[in-house]
């Protein structure tokens, strides 16, 4: 089993909407958690700290469900420049991250 | 203001001829991470330094090797690419010590992509 799996989506939207995904990680003793962009053929890039009661930044917000260990990002009002793979990513109790594949979303107009 | 640079940012290289990548960071963090990055894939540690220790995974082909000769720069050496080995890699920094308190991330270099002909 993956340590951290991800729908891959494509999630396709229209512009104005809100899309919402998962990931779920398999280490219950996992310290911290991000999620990062990754736009095609870049580099991850961090987009939001994930933290136990849940947080926004911006139209961006992260839930973090430790019981049930999954993370959450909802995007409302979706830019077309929301378009990217949105990788989950999990630090346990070493300082290595865990990542999943990414789930792709795509904001058309 | 680039944190943590590579070069170059694309190479390309012939099946069994030895490539280097390399990786500098103005960040001062003391730990610095080699990922290989496979098309729709997450990307796969291959190593770490922790200031100047070595820690290589468990599952990383002895032909990957790297070298750490000071804080800021870190190698990765391939010995005899493949065909198998053409992919992204992504250099990362972070700081790791008592006081950070297992919260840290990693930050990314833009990447070197690796062709192999």
């Known amino acids: 089993r993956k340590e951290v799996e991800q729908d891959p989506g494509p999630f396709n939207v229209p512009e104005g909407a809100t899309v919402a995904f998962n990931c779920t990680y398999s280490n219950s003793a996992s310290q911290s958690f991000f999620w990062y962009r990754q736009d095609c053929r870049k580099e991850p890039k961090l987009l939001m700290s994930?933290?136990?009661s849940g947080n926004e930044d911006g139209r961006f917000t992260a839930q973090l469900n430790r019981a049930s260990q999954y993370i959450s990002l909802l995007i409302r009002d979706s830019k077309l420049s929301d378009s990217a793979t949105y990788l989950c990513v999990v630090r346990s109790n070493d300082y290595k991250l865990s990542f999943g594949a990414g789930t792709t979303v795509t904001v058309r107009a | 203001d680039a944190m943590v640079i590579q070069n170059p940012r694309y190479q390309v290289t012939q099946f069994g001829k030895p490539v280097t990548l390399s990786c500098s960071q103005t960040l001062n963090h003391n730990v610095m991470y080699w990922y290989q990055q496979k098309s729709s894939q997450a990307p796969k540690l291959l190593f770490h330094y922790y200031d100047k220790d070595f820690n290589n995974e468990a599952d990383t082909p002895d032909n990957f090797q790297s070298r750490r000769p000071n804080t800021s720069f870190c190698f990765l050496d391939i010995r005899s690419p493949g065909l198998g080995d053409a992919a992204m890699y992504l250099c990362?920094?972070?700081?790791?010590?008592?006081?950070?308190?297992?919260?840290?991330?990693?930050?990314f270099g833009p990447g070197t992509r690796l062709l192999v002909l």
């Open positions: 994930v933290y136990s």
């Open positions: 990362a920094t972070s700081r790791e010590g008592p006081r950070e308190q297992n919260k840290e991330t990693q930050y």
